[in-house]
């Protein structure tokens, strides 16, 4: 007889975050060994800002294509197909040497990673109550913020101890211990062994009034795949509602990974070491501003009766005023400064970004919800891509200061465009998703 689990919802959603850890280590790997690379391989700027693209350009197109595979195949064995693949695309920038190397290898690497939002979407979806996917979501978001933490001290070390190449196996052999244990312990709720009965019911009654689940949904959620209405789910303003803010919302998290170890050397003077020191710094603000956004809904809902998707956008407005503290990065001299700046930068994001990520398990079925956030993902990657392309473009002409000024202020119109676009679902749309779900 298997061993019941109390509280397994929460193990399950711990083991998709220490996923998104090892994620967000292998993604941010590249960024703190820049400078060194870039001196051993002798990459510009300009080439490095298209090193950076390549991931940009592939990542959109692979959070939708990955979000459909899970839905379609299941959260477990499709995740953990792109667990394996990042793993061993991480390990193959060891043995690059050159620039079309890294660019190739970036894309692939963007293609596979682009699951990990998709992926605990629909994770918080099918193990939480309503009430509780908020913060459940800010939860394994806080794999992003570990894992760019941990990658200035892991790679700095490696590289000094090492060199640059091992930096990167090393970051993608810890990436397959976690596929193991993902493969071993990850279960869809219905087919979970150690579940208990009283976990089972406390979800299901958390999700009996849920707004997107019509009667015959539920039978779409026995199975642990589907067929999402793609059409359908494009011609939604919901779904642009939540879309169109990540647009203007992401190029501050690529800034912050990808960029800001490179701003730190050029624009401040830093070294390896110190680095390893301070770029750390705005992730930990971040895994506050996970928290943050969550528990905002949360508090509005239970003390004062503010339905959850509109407490989320209360989330989202304030990460965005917030955000307009980044603004001043470029114009401090101070150093300590610039760094407290892009700490409440990293702290906004997050709060704002898990606000409206997780809108889509709040609006959609839980049958669409892998799928909705990887469209999502692809609209905010357009964005991210763009912005990234601009920096390593115009970077060494005009600096870095008018970039951190569009990132302070871009928040700002995707709060607009969160309180414009999102509609709450009446009765009538719950039918019709009902209706759809049975056909």
Not at 117 to 145: H, V
Request: glycine content about 12%; proline content about 4%.
């Amino acid at each position: 007889m298997t061993m019941k689990i109390r509280g397994l919802r929460w193990w399950m959603i711990g083991l998709l975050t220490l996923g998104t850890v090892m994620n967000y280590l292998a993604r941010s790997s590249l960024g703190v060994a820049a400078p060194t690379v870039m001196q051993s391989l002798h990459i510009t700027t300009q080439h490095y800002g298209w090193i950076t693209g390549a991931f940009l350009v592939m990542y959109p197109i692979g959070a939708p294509l990955t979000g459909y595979l899970m839905d379609r195949i299941g959260l477990r064995f499709g995740f953990l197909l792109c667990g394996i693949a990042w793993s061993l695309i991480c390990m193959a920038h060891g043995f690059v040497n050159g620039w079309v190397g890294l660019f190739v290898l970036r894309g692939m690497l963007g293609l596979v990673e682009g699951a990990f939002i998709p992926a605990g979407m629909r994770a918080t979806a099918y193990w939480f109550p309503a009430r509780e996917r908020g913060f459940a979501a800010g939860t394994f978001n806080l794999g992003a913020s570990v894992g760019a933490i941990m990658a200035p001290p892991l790679i700095a070390w490696s590289i000094l101890k090492y060199d640059w190449e091992t930096a990167f196996i090393i970051a993608g052999a810890l990436s397959l211990g976690w596929a193991v244990l993902w493969l071993l312990f990850y279960r869809h709720p219905a087919a979970h062994p150690a579940l208990t009965k009283e976990e089972a019911d406390y979800i299901a009654a958390g999700q009996a009034d849920d707004q997107n689940i019509g009667g015959n949904d539920r039978v779409a959620q026995a199975k642990d795949g589907g067929k999402p209405p793609i059409r359908q789910i494009l011609s939604q303003r919901n779904f642009w509602g939540i879309a169109l803010p990540r647009f203007f919302a992401d190029p501050v998290w690529g800034t912050l990974v990808y960029w800001m170890p490179l701003y730190l050397y050029q624009a401040r003077g830093f070294d390896l070491k110190t680095i390893a020191l301070t770029a750390w710094l705005p992730f930990v603000a971040a895994d506050f501003g996970c928290m943050m956004g969550g528990t905002i809904s949360a508090y509005l809902n239970k003390r004062f009766g503010v339905a959850i998707v509109d407490g989320k956008r209360v989330a989202f407005s304030l990460g965005a005023v917030l955000m307009i503290g980044m603004a001043g990065v470029g114009f401090v001299k101070d150093p300590a400064v610039a760094i407290f700046l892009l700490c409440l930068g990293g702290f906004a994001h997050q709060t704002l970004s898990i606000s409206v990520i997780s809108l889509s398990a709040d609006l959609f079925p839980k049958h669409e919800v892998a799928t909705v956030t990887g469209m999502a993902s692809f609209v905010a990657g357009i964005g991210n891509l763009s912005f990234t392309l601009l920096i390593g473009w115009l970077v060494s002409s005009i600096g870095y200061t008018p970039f951190f000024v569009a990132l302070g202020c871009g928040d700002l119109i995707g709060m607009a465009l969160l309180w414009t676009l999102v509609r709450h679902r009446t009765p009538a749309q719950n039918r019709n998703v009902s209706s759809a779900a049975s056909a």
